[in-house]
């Protein structure tokens, strides 16, 4: 069983930046490929990022391609999205998700493990 929490969600102006950190428990998070989701009101929840588990790979949507960027810290349980140049668009609630696989998948029926989600709000 992963626990996930994340957390550095927040309000911010066009333009700005936050850093998103999703911490796991246990012991085998290096283990886990690992994924960053959105869900704006009304909408589906969509694919953000994803990154494999020793950081070979990482994957976006077209939306955060040059935007956003994932990363991983094995010793510390910790995967980071940092945001950049955010937009209005790209208010929702991030969660992060955990799957126990070698390959990077980006559908979120796919996963196994979520967070509780942070919010993360974008001013005009």
């Known amino acids: 069983q992963v626990q996930l929490v994340e957390s550095g969600g927040g309000l911010v102006q066009t333009g700005g930046s936050l850093r998103l950190s999703c911490v796991a428990s246990?012991?085998?998070?290096?283990?886990?490929?690992m994924g960053w989701f959105r869900q704006a009101p009304g909408k589906e929840r969509e694919f953000v990022a994803a990154?494999?588990?020793?950081?070979?790979?990482?994957y976006y949507a077209d939306s955060v391609k040059g935007r956003f960027t994932i990363s991983r810290d094995n010793a510390k349980n910790t995967v980071y999205l940092q945001m950049n140049s955010l937009k209005p668009e790209d208010t929702a609630v991030y969660y992060c998700?955990?799957?126990?696989?070698?390959?990077?998948?980006?559908?979120?029926?796919?996963?196994?493990?979520w967070g509780q989600g942070t919010q993360v709000t974008v001013s005009s």
């Open positions: 990154i494999s588990r020793s950081s070979y790979s990482s």
């Open positions: 246990g012991r085998t998070f290096s283990m886990y490929v």
């Open positions: 998700a955990a799957k126990n696989s070698p390959l990077v998948v980006r559908t979120f029926s796919e996963y196994d493990y």
